[in-house]
């Protein structure tokens, strides 16, 4: 089992930074492929990044590539989402979740994905 609990969102003006924490207990990270996903209001979840378990390979949508890093530390057990030249339309509740896999392929579909934290609210004022 992974519990994951993110923190780090919060209320920021367009063009600013947010960096999201997730923060993951129980069973190391190692041998989990982690992603971000977030929703907005009215909207369908949505994935943004991922990242390999070992941290070699990385994804991202193209509305955010370029903006945000997606990074992990494996011995502290942490994910991170550096986020840079915040939109309003990235306001959104941003959830931090893991699947098992050894493999560097990044999965970005929500259900292939076994565990999911509680989310954190990141809104991007215009």
């Known amino acids: 089992q992974v519990q994951l609990v993110e923190s780090g969102g919060g209320l920021v003006q367009a063009g600013g930074s947010l960096r999201l924490s997730c923060a993951a207990s129980g069973r190391t990270l190692n041998g989990y492929a982690m992603g971000w996903f977030r929703q907005a209001p009215g909207k369908e979840r949505e994935f943004v990044t991922g990242?390999?378990?070992?941290?070699?390979?990385?994804y991202y949508v193209d509305s955010v590539s370029g903006r945000f890093t997606i990074s992990r530390d494996n011995a502290r057990k942490m994910v991170y989402l550096q986020m840079n030249s915040l939109k309003p339309e990235d306001t959104a509740v941003y959830y931090c979740a893991a699947r098992y896999s050894w493999i560097d392929q990044i999965a970005t579909t929500a259900p292939v994905y076994a565990y999911w934290g509680q989310g954190t609210q990141v809104t991007v004022s215009s």
């Open positions: 990242i390999s378990w070992s941290g070699s390979s990385t």
